[in-house]
């Protein structure tokens, strides 16, 4: 028995759907009518059970239970669990007394302490917090994890570009440090010329009194020789007619010694001199968190875009699966000679690219519009935005491209040592998904609308690998990636965080998964290239029917696009026809 008590206001805990994991183990679901094993795709609501399309009819008939409630399997009612009355153990509790705020089997409320109060359906009370706990749980799962993950990245963006300023600024110093280093080599080497100067001016002014003194000294040492003769008895008589008479001693002056004068400087001066990197004295700008009613749809709230909105969900309440696939009409695409992809802009204009690298636009006639030559292949390899625009990629240049209204060819995205395949507009909020391979690696990266990288995915919380080769890829309403991969031979579905969902592997021993795209409802189409169907699968993964076959004249289907949110576009290997069939009504 469940313990109320941990439970607000007594109401039953609220048990969720098996996991992810679980749910991908199961292809389809199994009606619940005794000997009926076909594909359960409808859910009645009073008795809880799956019904296939031939037991909801015969349950509709039924006097006993024509008055239940049957809807679609995914719009279900969650099944209130079973809890015993602690009062009365033979009886369950399926009441709720909004006065007493507490949950009551029906013998309770017959009790004189609820008198005159007024009971709703538990049941009811349950599904409505079910539901609110679903919510909170999306909101997680579509704009807290995402939000988070953004700022993050953010984070992680502000680290690089951090390192390359400081880089950049050490690489700045050393260039300064080495150029005052360079001035100061210069300085010293002039103030030693400079000194070599004043050596030799000095050492050339006291080698001029050095000769003035020879030349005395000689003088001095003549007139010494003279006198001497004059003394000789033979020259006595000369003493007395001869004046004696001697030059005085030449005065020279004493150098002036060079005294040298210390610079006056400190490592406070040097640092000035350098100068000092810091950061500006001005308070930090907070990271910018979108809303959650903006993040979750990534729209601008014009009227315009809320109207179309509006329109949409209204749209969505009222379609549901045609019992049959009807035929709307057929395009024979000139340029190609095949349909190995094709995108719809908003205008209904048609994009077709076959094996060859052909990429051509149609008018709602079948005309010729414009063509590109490309190096895509076998893959989804272009996209239509909601602006009207073209995206496609080159795989040989690894560089993803932009065609505008105005059929200007614009580079918008260089993918560096990855090779972009596949590639996917959002509905959502105009960003793009884009599958990539390298070497024997591959990935999904999504994109802004502006062409800034903001997320990628390659592995699982297990860190296995997710892809091969994502050929075609495409966006569900709930945010979900949904990537055909052919080398896998599955459809990969991973949430908008990128945590894996399920891994889709067909009916059949051989399933070979080409161009994918999903519908209003959150139904997934995929193209089986082998058994020349369309797969139809739930938002959970959940097989529901084939809704294309050979019946239909299906051969070899490589691409499927949903556009006006109730027809499906499909082309083939075989032909350059593309044909439009309506499945929703």
Request: glycine fraction near 4%; charged fraction near 25%.
């Amino acid at each position: 028995m469940l313990n109320c008590a941990l439970y607000p206001k007594n109401i039953p805990y609220i048990m969720f759907e098996p996991s992810d994991e679980q749910a991908a183990m199961q292809h389809f679901l199994v009606c619940g009518t005794e000997d009926c094993q076909k594909n359960g795709q409808f859910y009645c609501n009073a008795c809880h059970r799956p019904l296939s399309e031939q037991c909801r009819d015969e349950h509709l008939k039924s006097p006993k239970t024509k008055t239940h409630e049957i809807v679609l399997y995914r719009h279900r009612k969650p099944q209130l669990p079973v809890e015993k009355c602690e009062l009365h153990p033979t009886r369950t509790v399926d009441i709720f007394c909004r006065e007493c705020q507490i949950s009551l089997c029906s013998k309770c409320s017959t009790m004189k302490e609820h008198h005159t109060h007024t009971f709703d359906d538990l049941e009811d009370i349950y599904a409505e917090k079910y539901a609110a706990w679903q919510g909170k749980f999306s909101e997680i799962q579509k704009y807290f994890l995402p939000t988070s993950l953004g700022l993050k990245t953010n984070i992680q963006e502000d680290v690089t570009q951090i390192q390359k300023i400081m880089k950049r600024i050490r690489t700045s110093m050393k260039a300064e440090a080495e150029s005052l280093k360079n001035l100061v080599d210069e300085v010293t080497s002039e103030n030693i010329d400079h000194s070599h100067t004043m050596e030799k001016s000095l050492l050339k002014m006291l080698k001029s009194q050095e000769t003035t003194y020879d030349d005395y000294i000689a003088y001095l040492w003549k007139m010494s020789e003279e006198f001497q003769e004059y003394l000789s008895i033979t020259n006595r008589k000369l003493l007395f007619s001869k004046t004696l008479n001697i030059q005085p001693i030449p005065e020279t002056t004493k150098p002036v010694q060079p005294v040298f004068t210390a610079g006056q400087f400190n490592k406070h001066d040097v640092a000035k001199l350098l100068g000092r990197v810091n950061v500006p004295n001005t308070n930090p700008e907070n990271r910018k968190i979108q809303p959650m009613e903006v993040e979750a749809t990534h729209k601008k709230s014009t009227e315009k875009q809320l109207e179309q909105s509006k329109e949409k969900s209204d749209m969505k309440q009222t379609l549901s699966l045609s019992s049959s696939v009807t035929k709307v009409r057929e395009y024979s695409v000139p340029g190609v000679n095949s349909a190995w992809h094709v995108s719809v802009d908003k205008s209904g204009r048609l994009w077709v690219s076959d094996y060859r690298g052909n990429l051509v636009q149609t008018d709602l006639q079948g005309n010729l519009l414009q063509k590109i030559q490309t190096s895509g292949w076998q893959e989804g390899y272009h996209t239509a935005t909601q602006d009207g625009d073209l995206i496609y990629t080159d795989k040989d240049k690894k560089v993803i491209y932009k065609t505008t209204l105005d059929k200007k060819i614009i580079e918008f995205i260089k993918t560096g040592d990855w090779k972009p395949l596949s590639v996917h507009s959002s509905c959502i909020n105009g960003d793009l998904l884009v599958g990539m391979v390298k070497d024997k690696e591959a990935k999904v990266t999504g994109y802004s609308k502006t062409g800034k990288e903001i997320q990628s995915i390659q592995r699982d919380n297990q860190g296995q690998e997710l892809y091969s080769e994502p050929h075609y890829i495409t966006e569900n309403i709930n945010g979900d990636i949904c990537t055909s991969d052919n080398n896998k031979r599955a459809v990969v579905v991973v949430n908008k965080s990128g945590q894996h969902r399920f891994s889709y592997t067909g009916q059949k021993s051989m399933f070979c998964p080409f161009g994918i795209c999903t519908d209003v409802l959150g139904h997934i189409l995929v193209c089986d290239y082998f058994s020349n169907t369309v797969h139809l699968l739930d938002q959970d993964g959940g097989f529901l029917s084939f809704i294309l076959s050979p019946q239909q004249g299906i051969k070899r289907p490589r691409s499927v696009c949903v556009k006006n949110e109730k027809y499906l576009y499909v082309g083939q290997h075989t032909t350059n026809t593309v044909t439009v069939y309506k499945h929703l009504q």
